[in-house]
Each structure stands twice: as structure tokens, then as C-alpha cells.
């Protein structure tokens, strides 16, 4: 893996997409998935909510980030970085995303440095009830979102964009409940840590 520095449910899967990549056999009756293999079959599944695909795919290939619509397949959840940064208590890249690989339980989840700011890919019925402030669901009136390729997984000088927590597979989202848990236990930390610092400044 590169060395990374600072950083500066109810939708089922799609059984007829066919992957890039098949699975590889380790040993009788066990096929194992290859990285490749999981990045194509998340990319051709997010391509889904391109409005164009081809223009999509085409994106993804000169930019490194695309357009896709939030109401069709997947909405998102917009998540200041402080937030995420407060929970896992460090701006290492390595440890920020293997501690939101656990706590998000493999939820996808990419951040972009021009909003600073992580988006969480969660189902469609998210939202129907989520109301956490300080964050920001995308979702309904044909909201887009630039959506880096699931190659990108470290910053690339093509886009400000890159996969924190890729994608494990087609439709292989965010549970809700668990994002709505981390960023409450987030928000009670920078509380926390806001008091200790105004006691200090008293």
C-alpha cells in the first residue's frame, strides 16, 4: 500500500452484472474476489446513475471524477471533515481511513478536498428519515455529485477526489444507522473537546 502522509440496508445487490474480472480460486471451493474485480463491478454498478455513461466513463478516465445523479441507485451524505477527523482523532490518511474502513463497517466513502468535506454513499430510504445536523443528505430534485473513479484511492492530480473506504462491490452501501452513530459520537467529541478548551482559556 503507498505511504499516505497528512491529509492536506435495503438495497439488494445486482445479480446481473457482469464483473471485468472474474473471481480467483485459492483452493477448492473458495473463490476470492481480486480488487480489480470488486472496482469494476462497484464501477459498473455506480454507472448507473450517469445521466450518460459513456460521458461518464469517459470522465472518470480524463478528470478521474464524474457526475452522477443521487436519487437513482444511492444517495449521499455530506460529512465535514472535522467531523470524521474528530472521531478518529488523528489527519494521518492511513489511520483516518482504517479507522472509517471499522467504524463505517466498510461503508463507502470518499473525500474532496474542495468542499473538505467526506460524502458517504448510503441506500435511497435514507432519506426518508435522516435529520443529523451538521451534515448534508444529497438526495431528491436531481442532485448531482462528483464521484471519483473506484480506482482512485489516493489523491491523484487529476481531481481533489479520491475513495477513503472504496466500494466492496455492486450496491455494497452504507448502513445509515451506522454513519448516523459514528457522526453523533463525533459531534459529543468536538463538544467536549470545544468546553476543555474554553475551561483552559478561562
Not at 59 to 77: H, I, K, N, P, Q
Not at 100 to 111: M, N, V
Not at 165 to 183: H, Y
Request: glycine share 8%.
Amino acid at each position: 500500500m503507498p505511504d499516505r502522509t497528512q491529509l492536506d440496508s435495503d438495497v439488494r445487490p445486482v445479480d446481473s452484472i457482469a464483473l471485468t474480472y472474474g473471481p480467483v480460486k485459492t483452493e477448492p471451493g473458495v473463490l476470492v474476489h481480486s480488487r480489480r474485480s470488486r472496482e469494476a463491478g462497484a464501477e459498473t454498478w455506480l454507472i448507473l446513475a450517469a445521466p450518460d455513461t459513456t460521458e461518464a466513463r469517459r470522465e472518470w478516465a480524463e478528470y478521474g471524477v464524474a457526475l452522477l445523479r443521487c436519487d437513482l441507485t444511492f444517495t449521499a451524505v455530506r460529512i465535514p471533515a472535522d467531523i470524521f477527523l474528530a472521531a478518529a482523532g488523528t489527519t494521518n490518511r492511513d489511520e483516518v481511513a482504517d479507522y472509517l474502513s471499522d467504524a463505517l463497517d466498510g461503508g463507502p466513502c470518499f473525500f474532496d478536498g474542495n468542499s473538505r468535506s467526506f460524502y458517504v454513499l448510503t441506500p435511497l430510504s435514507t432519506g426518508r428519515w435522516w435529520d443529523v445536523p451538521d451534515t448534508e443528505l444529497l438526495s431528491g430534485g436531481g442532485r448531482f455529485l462528483g464521484v471519483p473513479a473506484t480506482t482512485i484511492t489516493e489523491p491523484d492530480p487529476r481531481c481533489a477526489a479520491y475513495w477513503v473506504v472504496p466500494m466492496g462491490g455492486p450496491a455494497a452501501l452504507c448502513d445509515p444507522g451506522i454513519l448516523r452513530w459514528l457522526v453523533q459520537r463525533s459531534r459529543i467529541r468536538l463538544s467536549e473537546a470545544a468546553r476543555l478548551e474554553a475551561g483552559e482559556d478561562a
